[in-house]
T-cell receptor
Framework: NAGVTQTPKFQVLKTGQSMTLQCAQD?????MSWYRQDPGMGLRLIHY???????DQGEVPNGYNVSRSTTEDFPLRLLSAAPSQTSVYFC??????????FGSGTRLTVV | SQQGEEDPQALSIQEGENATMNCSYK?????LQWYRQNSGRGLVHLIL?????REKHSGRLRVTLDTSKKSSSLLITASRAADTASYFC????????????FGSGTRLQVQP
């Protein structure tokens, strides 16, 4: 039981490049979400999903896309990376009524 | 904007002392959760308290919830150096947006 797996752990992008942050969970959780964490701050919600085929925007969705074609996977796509997207990204999942399980994060730097 | 605001932002105590962190939030909630984050790591779920509960215990953790004041507190008793971390409260509204809204966190330093 691996929990929530995020890849890659570190990434450096040039401004304008695109990439996909991967997130997979093996707990059959319905709810999944993406957060970003900037230095000294809490987590801000980017996008979330309440089940396969259903996604919605969070607080800071601009510049990011998501899809949820399967229960297990919830990739986050950066369309055209900007320095303001330099952050640590966390994926999390939970079953109904429970607490969230977080991945170990992806540290992204956009230069 | 952040749903929860935590107080204090930073706390330094000696090993063996108790640590209390407070969280205030703005809107109605279904439950409130506390998470711990060690430096450079992901978040770990500590405890969940539902809106119809007033107090909950888990090991050395005690959480209270006052929905009339929209506030919660996390008490860590007999602290250890290993408790050094950032602690975040997060609220689950239960309807509408089905994801957590986090506070800005309390950085706890436990001196050995």
């Amino acid at each position: 039981n691996a929990g929530v797996t995020q890849t890659p752990k570190f990434q450096v992008l040039k401004t304008g490049q695109s990439m996909t942050l991967q997130c997979a969970q093996d707990m059959n959780h319905e709810y999944m979400s993406w957060y970003r964490q900037d230095p000294g701050m809490g987590l801000r919600l980017i996008h979330y999903s309440v089940g396969a085929g259903i996604t919605d925007q969070g607080e800071v969705p601009n510049g990011y896309n998501v899809s949820r074609s399967t229960t297990e996977d919830f990739p986050l796509r950066l369309l055209s990376a900007a320095p303001s997207q330099t952050s640590v990204y966390f994926c999390a999942s939970k079953a109904q009524g429970g607490g969230y399980t977080f991945g170990s994060g992806t540290r992204l730097t956009v230069v | 904007s952040q749903q929860g605001e935590e107080d204090p932002q930073a706390l330094s105590i000696q090993e063996g002392e108790n640590a209390t962190m407070n969280c205030s939030y703005k809107t109605s909630i279904n439950n409130l959760q506390w998470y711990r984050q060690n430096s450079g790591r992901g978040l770990v779920h500590l405890i969940l308290i539902r809106s119809n509960e007033r107090e909950k215990h888990s090991g050395r953790l005690r959480v209270t919830l006052d929905t009339s004041k929209k506030s919660s507190s996390l008490l860590i008793t007999a602290s250890r150096a290993a408790d050094t971390a950032s602690y975040f409260c997060a609220t689950d509204a239960g309807t509408g947006r089905r994801a957590l809204t986090f506070g800005s966190g309390t950085r706890l330093q436990v001196q050995p």
